[in-house]
C-alpha cells in the first residue's frame, strides 16, 4: 500500500507526539504531586484508624468494619466472600477502586496483556475490590492515618457513593470474581482513565476527609508523600 508524503508526514508527528505527551504526563504527575491539598490538616489527639495499603502500584484503604459511623458488613455482606467464617476473624476492611478488566481478568501480572492494558485505560468501567482482613500492620507501603469521627463520616460517604446499592443498601455484587477466600467484587461508579486511576480515587476519598494528600496522584508515591510531610 502506498502512502503519500502527506500521509507519512502526519504520522511521523502523531508518532513523534506519543512521546511528548508521556512526558508531559509524568511532569504534571510529578509537580501536582508534590503540591499538596489540605496542607493544613493535622491528624487528632485521638479517633478513628485507617490505612493506606500500596501493592506498589495500587492503593487500597483499609478500615474497622465496624464503628458507631458505619458498619461496612451491611453494605459489602460477608456472605459475599468465598469464606465466610473468615468474616469473624477480620476486624477490618480493604476497598480500593479500579479497571473492571485489570481487576476481573488480570489476578497475576503474566495475565497483563497488551491489550487488556489499553481496554483498561481507554474509559473501562470500574469495580470496587473489598477484603475482609486482620488487624493490619504498619511499614513503608501501609500507612496508619488517624480521624476524627466527623472526618471518617465524610470518608465513608465518598467511599458509599462510589457503589450502586440495591433496596436493602447492598453494593452490587460483580458474582463469581474472587481473588482468595476472603474479597469480593462489585460495580462501582465512574470510568477508569490515565486522569482517574484507582490512586486518584484513593487520592479523592482521602482529600474528602480533609486529609493532606497531593493536588493529583495518578501513581501510588505522592500518596505517600504528603503524609510523610
Known amino acids: 500500500m502506498h502512502i503519500s508524503g502527506i500521509a507519512f508526514r502526519h504520522l511521523l508527528r502523531l508518532l513523534l507526539a506519543i512521546p511528548a505527551l508521556l512526558i508531559?504526563?509524568?511532569?504534571?504527575?510529578?509537580?501536582?504531586?508534590?503540591?499538596?491539598?489540605?496542607?493544613?490538616?493535622?491528624?487528632?489527639?485521638?479517633?478513628i484508624p485507617?490505612?493506606?495499603?500500596?501493592?506498589?502500584?495500587?492503593?487500597?484503604?483499609?478500615?474497622p468494619v465496624k464503628t458507631d459511623a458505619m458498619d461496612w458488613s451491611a453494605a459489602f455482606p460477608p456472605e459475599h466472600?468465598?469464606?465466610p467464617d473468615l468474616y469473624a476473624r477480620s476486624p477490618y476492611i480493604s476497598i480500593g477502586w479500579g479497571s473492571k478488566v485489570f481487576f476481573l481478568t488480570i489476578q497475576n501480572w503474566e495475565d497483563l496483556s497488551a491489550?487488556?492494558?489499553?481496554?483498561?485505560?481507554?474509559?473501562?468501567?470500574?469495580?470496587?475490590?473489598?477484603?475482609?482482613?486482620?488487624?493490619?500492620?504498619?511499614?513503608?507501603?501501609?500507612?496508619?492515618?488517624?480521624?476524627?469521627?466527623?472526618?471518617?463520616?465524610?470518608l465513608a460517604d465518598f467511599i458509599r457513593r462510589s457503589a450502586p446499592v440495591d433496596a436493602?443498601?447492598?453494593?452490587?455484587?460483580?458474582?463469581?470474581?474472587?481473588?482468595?477466600?476472603?474479597d469480593a467484587f462489585y460495580a462501582?461508579?465512574?470510568?477508569?482513565?490515565?486522569?482517574?486511576t484507582c490512586n486518584q480515587w484513593t487520592r479523592d476519598a482521602l482529600a474528602s476527609a480533609g486529609v493532606r494528600t497531593?493536588?493529583?496522584?495518578?501513581?501510588?508515591?505522592?500518596?505517600?508523600?504528603?503524609?510523610?510531610k
Open 24 to 47: 508531559c504526563y509524568l511532569l504534571a504527575a510529578l509537580a501536582l504531586g508534590w503540591l499538596p491539598a489540605n496542607r493544613s490538616w493535622q491528624p487528632p489527639a485521638g479517633g
Open 115 to 154: 491489550g487488556k492494558a489499553l481496554a483498561a485505560l481507554a474509559f473501562d468501567q470500574s469495580v470496587l475490590h473489598v477484603e475482609y482482613l486482620p488487624q493490619p500492620t504498619e511499614g513503608k507501603d501501609t500507612r496508619r492515618i488517624l480521624l476524627s469521627p466527623e472526618q471518617y463520616r465524610r
Open 168 to 182: 436493602n443498601g447492598q453494593a452490587r455484587q460483580e458474582k463469581g470474581y474472587h481473588y482468595y477466600d476472603n
Open 188 to 196: 462501582a461508579y465512574g470510568h477508569y482513565t490515565p486522569i482517574i
Open 214 to 228: 497531593a493536588r493529583w496522584s495518578p501513581f501510588v508515591q505522592p500518596l505517600f508523600w504528603q503524609l510523610e
Open 50 to 63: 485507617i490505612y493506606l495499603d500500596s501493592n506498589g502500584v495500587h492503593t487500597s484503604l483499609i478500615m
Open 81 to 83: 466472600i468465598r469464606r
